[in-house]
């Protein structure tokens, strides 16, 4: 009994103990500015025969702005070794909440937000993807 105590005791501690805030929440909504697109319509490098598919995945500034907006958002901490895979992507960076990160929307409507500190995906479902349709 005295094991189980102290163990709860020491997982409420170190769930207090977060290191940063969260980007957003609903109390504290998000924005997103200084969106810049570095990479239009590139593929995996060990795919070659996807170049010409994916050259026609190409995101405008709004698209991408929508996208940030629609997309659910997910806490990455560990990258999945999965939606790496979808081989179509366009890339840059932008500002969030203040903050720069390196973005990276994959067709298929999964995109990677991370900068030296935090890492989060943002995952474009149904309602998003009727809102920002050349994305899925």
Request: aromatic share 12%; net charge neutral.
């Amino acid at each position: 009994m005295r094991n189980t105590s102290l163990y709860s005791g020491l997982l409420l501690l170190l769930l207090g103990c977060s290191s940063a805030p969260p980007l957003f929440t609903d109390e504290h909504p998000f924005t997103i500015s200084h969106i810049h697109v570095e990479l239009l319509g590139k593929n995996l490098e060990n795919q070659p025969a996807l170049v010409n598919v994916c050259q026609g995945f190409i995101l405008t500034e709004k698209q991408i702005h929508d996208f940030f907006v629609y997309a659910s958002y997910i806490k990455d901490t560990n990258p999945s070794p999965y939606y790496d895979r979808l081989p179509c992507y366009s890339s840059g960076t932008a500002l969030i909440n203040d903050r720069k990160y390196q973005w990276i929307i994959r067709a298929g409507g999964i995109g990677e937000f991370y900068n030296d500190k935090d890492r989060f995906l943002k995952v474009c479902g149904k309602n998003c993807c009727t809102k920002v349709a050349s994305v899925c």
